[in-house]
């Protein structure tokens, strides 16, 4: 966040939270890829579950840059959180 804008607590409090949830996301998807891979599964079962996670991950990103513009936000986080 840059200091010449003024966020209230309340926002900053909700664009940290929307980037750690971009954050343990990411992670999560990583870890899980990782177990499928170590399990020695094919390719397209990995591939699936992991673009599914990616499609969350960038909407989960697309969240974070909104609520650091002020925008609203309401739709996707219901999207991301299906």
Known sequence: ??????????????????????????????????????ADMRAIDILRPTLIDLVAIIIAFVIYRRKRQRKKTAILAWVVAF
Do not use: R, W
């Open 1 to 38: 966040m840059k200091n010449h804008e003024k966020y209230s607590p309340f926002e900053i409090l909700q664009i940290k939270g929307s980037f750690m949830y971009f954050i343990g996301l990411c992670v999560v998807t990583v870890v899980a890829v990782s177990f499928l891979v170590i």
